[in-house]
């Protein structure tokens, strides 16, 4: 399978870069794979998941909101956060979690209600990506 | 004899300090190095939202997004003043004070928003308009989208005319300067090469050029803030290195000296007591 260059950056590190086959990612209108010889396509991408296919093997990563930009070269991610699953702590996912949930409850305002949800938001990402990861490393 | 003994406790305190000084100059050569290491782990990504915003900025009317226009004509000068929390860093703060007070000083229709409790109070000290004061949160870049969030609203809605921000550039771990950069209005960017340009045009961009125009702008300006918070960091740390490395050395010097005096004051005590014996062993005599 043809495969192309993939790099996901964000603010603190390269979290990823490498030839893979095919990238699913979150977009603002929806989820949109790319693979080889993708139109030259820039789009906003909102907190979720990206599943990247690289040697029939898949790897989830867990990102914050950004942009990705596809070109005849190459594939760049830019966003805020992207987490690996072994980067994940289950423990403090599942706390955080709780935390949003609790803060969700008081029924808070303004910014604290956006606050909790984006927490609410980002532990259930998190969770998921970890989840994906499970069933693979147990026979 | 008193004035031995207390030549004595002087080096002994000289020698304290000067161990102190090491060890701190030592803690802030590691930390400058991890400022600088984050500096430039930062800038694959600052690069490639600078290349998406001019691109995208070249095709769409100026006028037609806020944040690209000039500005109201009215409105005020914001500066964002980075300075440090913690002082032992030698002229870095005052230089940088003494920038902004011959910059725009005497203007008084000018806000301020400091990132750090030594420019805190700077600004309360000399009277200025503090708007707000983010020095709480560390490592600063945390408070990064909240600082974001009020620059963009005060530009839209034609409170600022300019956003500024204040903070020492890192030139060499032995030389910082004091610099302002301004933020808002963004400026024309310079022309790059063509072959870039083609690239973009052909583009397919979703949802639309403004909605992501919308959300990369303000990422962008964040990301030129939070440049400039790392590169304060760095200087603040080089800054501490090396008045510290300054403090450690005339510690040294001060040890060296009073050594000296000590020794002289213990030779003489000798003398005076062979002369003392020598007098007492000839009246026997």
New interface residues.
Partial sequence: MNTFPLEIITPERIAFTDEVEMVVTPTATGIVGILHGHVPFFSRLTEGEVKIVKKGEDIYLAIGGGFIEVTPQKTTILVTSAYHAEEINEKEVLEAKERAEAALKSKPSGTALLEAQALFRRSVIALKVLRRRRPRSMP | MANIRLIKRRIKSAQNIAQITRAMEMVAASKMKKAQD?AI??K???E??LT?VRE?GSHIERKYHPLLGEGSKEGKLMVVLVSTNKGLCGGLNTNLFRMIQSWCGQDKNVDYISLGKKGQSFLVRSGKNLLADFSEKTPFTESVPALTQILVDGFISGTYREIYIAYNTFLTALKQLPTKKAILPIKKFEETNDKEKV??S??????NIS??LD??LP?YLE?QI?AAIFEAEASEHSARMIAMKNATDAANDFMEDLTLAFNKARQEKITYEIADMVTARMAFE
């Avoid at chain 2, 052909?202 to 949802?207: A, D, L, M």
């Fill in positions: 984050q782990l930062g694959p990504y600052a490639k939202i998406a995208l690239e973009f052909e583009f397919v961009i979703e949802p909605d992501v959300n990369l990422h990301n939070r």
